[in-house]
Nanobody
Framework: QVQFVESGGGSVQPGGSLRLSCTAS????????MGWYRQRPGKERSLVAQ???????HYADSVAGRFTISSDDAKKTVYLEMNSLQPEDTAVYYC?????????WGQGTQVTVSS
């Protein structure tokens, strides 16, 4: 089971920015990916962004162009830069690691966007 240390959540006004960090106990494997899901109030958990060992990225349509995921393999850390945040981005953001069909989850960090 992969362990995580997450940081960077908080409260921000609409249009603001936050950066999430997630340090894993392992490096991203060759056939693995890592990133964030989020769960908004009353909604199911959904993918926000993911990154592979080769640096390939994928974003949910709702965040494409505003969020950027990156990784530092040496630090076993993945970052999510979130810009132009809107109230609908309010959610608990969960770092994850997926390999061989098995998910490992972080504890989650709250992001609140409100004026």
């Amino acid at each position: 089971q992969v362990q995580f240390v997450e940081s960077g959540g908080g409260s921000v006004q609409p249009g603001g920015s936050l950066r999430l960090s997630c340090t894993a106990s392992v490096r991203i494997g060759r056939f693995a990916n890592m990133g964030w899901y989020r769960q908004r109030p009353g909604k199911e958990r959904s993918l926000v962004a993911q990154i592979t060992l080769a640096g390939g990225t994928h974003y949910a349509d709702s965040v494409a162009g505003r969020f950027t995921i990156s990784s530092d393999d040496a630090k076993k850390t993945v970052y999510l830069e979130m810009n132009s945040l809107q109230p609908e981005d309010t959610a608990v953001y969960y770092c994850y690691y997926l390999q061989g069909g098995r998910f490992s989850w972080g504890q989650g960090t709250q992001v609140t966007v409100s004026s």
